[in-house]
């Protein structure tokens, strides 16, 4: 079965950092782009960027190019969203997700989301 | 990044149909792009429906039902999703999506199968 496992929640508190995964399986991981989606408590979906993990090419999108970084580990088939200085405006569930090889516009495979909740 | 203009609501009655609406900034044009569109039910995380570029290139995603369907409106700059006969399951949000370079989702409709 090809599925995406999130780690789990997070309580952290502003100016401090953090880096969340996203480890695949069921599917050859190098061969396609992992997508990170985010949603902030009761709003719409946000699409942060890609990053392929063969060669750890990295799509950002504008909004939040010097928020985060996204990195792989191809050696463990995971991937990572990490920030260095978090904010209280950071407080999201975070999705990690598959785009289908062929389009990455369709995204079929999600991970089951990581919660970060940022406050002093 | 080009702004998605969605309506927040929509409902309808199981049976009926529904229209759900997506429309592009006047500055590019919906002959342009595929329209993808996503479902999110509550606590649950998005599921792809499926896209409509032209009657010629369309996709539905895994285990889609047919009643699901896209379409644009030329002259209104817009993608459609329809959904007919209306299930108390269909009650969802619906994201439409573009690729301009990068994914960028318009801010959902809540449709409610009253």
């Not at chain 2, 285990?63 to 399951?89: C, H, M, W, Y």
Request: contains cysteine; neutral net charge; hydrophobic residues 35%.
């Amino acid at each position: 079965e090809v599925q995406l496992v999130q780690s789990g929640a997070e309580v952290k508190k502003p100016g401090e950092s953090l880096k969340i995964s996203c480890t695949g399986s069921g599917y050859n991981f190098p061969n396609y782009w992992i997508a990170w989606v985010r949603q902030a408590p009761g709003k719409g979906l946000e699409w942060m960027g890609i990053i392929f993990p063969g060669d750890s090419h990295t799509r950002l999108s504008p909004s939040f190019q010097g928020q985060v970084t996204m990195s792989v580990d191809k050696s463990i088939s995971t991937a990572y969203l990490h920030w260095s200085v978090l904010k209280a405006s950071d407080t999201a569930l975070y999705y990690c997700a598959r785009p289908a090889i062929v389009d990455t516009a369709i995204v079929d495979i999600w991970g089951q989301g990581t919660l970060v909740s940022v406050s002093s | 990044q080009p702004v998605l203009t969605q309506p927040p609501s929509s409902s309808a009655s199981p049976g009926e149909s529904a229209r759900l609406t997506c429309t592009l900034p006047s500055d590019i044009s919906v002959d342009r792009y595929s329209i993808y569109w996503y479902q999110q039910k509550t606590g649950r995380p998005p599921r792809f429906l499926l896209y409509y570029k032209s009657d010629s290139d369309v996709g539905r995603g895994s285990g889609v039902p047919s009643r699901f369907s896209g379409s644009k409106d030329f002259p209104a700059n817009t993608g459609i999703l329809f959904i007919s006969g209306l299930q108390s399951e269909d009650e969802a949000d619906y994201y439409c999506m573009i690729w301009p370079g990068n994914a960028v989702f318009g801010p959902g409709t809540k449709l409610t199968v009253l």
